[in-house]
Nanobody, 118 residues
Framework: QVQLVESGGGLVQAGGSLRLSCLAS????????INWCRQAPGKGREFVGG???????SYADSVKGRFTISRDNAKNTVYLQMNSLKPEDTALYYC????????????WGQGTQVTVSS
């Protein structure tokens, strides 16, 4: 089993920045694929960024150029740096883990709320 715990969410004004963290514990490894997803009120869950299909990070079109994912294997932590935040970025942000690229996610965190005011 893998446990994922997100942190770093909060309330920020449009144009501001936040950095989310996802701490993984349990049966982790450097090859565990951890991505970020989000779910806005009244909408389905969507992919935000990460190594979805390969070792090259990919991002949703809506966040390209503003969000960056990074990883510190020594700390078992994956980060999501979010810059130039917009009100439409308001959502519950989750990290999700899987054992290989392209497979279904096996583990989910509980989410951290990000609210961007206009």
């Amino acid at each position: 089993q893998v446990q994922l715990v997100e942190s770093g969410g909060g309330l920020v004004q449009a144009g501001g920045s936040l950095r989310l963290s996802c701490l993984a514990s349990g049966r982790t490894s450097s090859t565990l694929v951890i991505n970020w997803c989000r779910q806005a009120p009244g909408k389905g869950r969507e992919f935000v960024g990460g190594n979805r299909w390969s070792a090259i990070p990919s991002y949703a079109d809506s966040v390209k150029g503003r969000f960056t994912i990074s990883r510190d294997n020594a700390k078992n932590t994956v980060y999501l740096q979010m810059n130039s935040l917009k009100p439409e970025d308001t959502a519950l942000y989750y990290c999700a883990a899987k054992r290989s690229y392209g497979s279904d996610y096996e583990y989910w965190g509980q989410g951290t709320q990000v609210t961007v005011s206009s």
